[in-house]
């Protein structure tokens, strides 16, 4: 009999466990609705039992969680989570993260869509952290990109759009991308300090070789990019030396050859030709 009862109690609780579960889950769905028909009117949804009945739904496929997202995501996330399809969880994990910003710069976009599902959640973050930036920024960059714009605060963010877009639109994107990604901030209040002087080519290409130095001080990016400019002129007057003193050789080698056939020139012949130099 003692056993029967035990067993009695547990099947008691295996019944009673899973109907009160949904009963909380409707009753968090109802609330839910309410709440969000009560600031967004008729935006939210046609009515409260309609809104409740989908958000349950959502919630039964996605977990308790979803219903949470859907409170902090605003009258477009059921929208965007049943539009979201097989990626319905992540979207989901979106809204509860970000809320409405998850649904204004990520889900409802498609490009950014695309990106978050490739590249996870680290770049939902920076959609949402960089709006405006980060969606062409990702686009060229990649998941470089992404771990880039996590890295810097908004400010750098445009700053990082507006230098690879300006003056180290040439820059391999790449490199630079990957120094801004490990020095986050310091690297972007650089780089912005001193475009002018990277701008060159040859500061740049030094400094993405080896940015600690110019990062801490160590060394100054200034006299890179005067050496850069010196050894070219100073290659080009030698250039021109070395020119002029081959066209000289030649020369004396024909006055050479010709005495040599010919004899010697005449004092008259050699008179002529200084005063046609001199002229």
Not at 47 to 75: C, F, H, N, Q
Not at 228 to 250: D, I, M, Q, R
Request: hydrophobic share 50%.
């Amino acid at each position: 009999m003692k056993t029967i009862r035990v067993m009695a109690v547990v099947a008691a609780c295996l019944w009673w466990a899973p109907t009160a579960h949904g009963q909380a889950r409707a009753r968090a769905a109802r609330e839910a609705a309410e709440m969000l028909f009560e600031q967004f009117g008729a935006k939210a949804g046609r009515s409260v039992p309609e809104l409740t009945a989908r958000i349950e739904g959502i919630a039964a496929r996605y977990g308790d969680d979803a219903i949470v997202a859907m409170r902090k995501g605003g009258p477009s996330a059921l929208g965007l989570v049943e539009a979201a399809g097989a990626d319905g969880a992540k979207a989901v994990r979106v809204l509860a993260v970000h809320g409405e910003q998850g649904a204004s710069r990520v889900l409802s976009r498609p490009t950014a869509m695309k990106q978050f599902l490739q590249y996870g959640d680290d770049a939902a973050a920076v959609l949402v952290r960089h709006p405006g930036v980060a969606e062409p920024l990702v686009e060229r960059g990649g998941a470089q990109a992404v771990k880039a714009l996590g890295a810097v605060d908004p400010r750098n963010g445009r700053r990082l759009a507006m230098l690879m877009d300006g003056e180290l639109a040439t820059a391999g994107h790449p490199e630079l991308l990957g120094v801004v990604a490990k020095h986050g901030d310091t690297a972007v209040n650089f780089l912005w300090q001193n475009k002018g002087t990277l701008a060159g080519g040859g500061a740049l290409a030094a400094f993405l070789a080896d940015p600690e130095p110019y990062l801490s001080g160590a060394r100054d990016i200034a006299s890179v990019a005067g050496e850069s400019v010196v050894k070219p002129v100073v290659g080009g007057v030698f250039t021109l030396l070395n020119v002029a003193l081959g066209v000289g050789c030649v020369l004396l080698m024909a006055v050479i050859g010709l005495a040599y056939k010919h004899g010697p020139p005449k004092a008259e012949s050699v008179q002529f030709l200084l005063s046609l130099f001199k002229k």
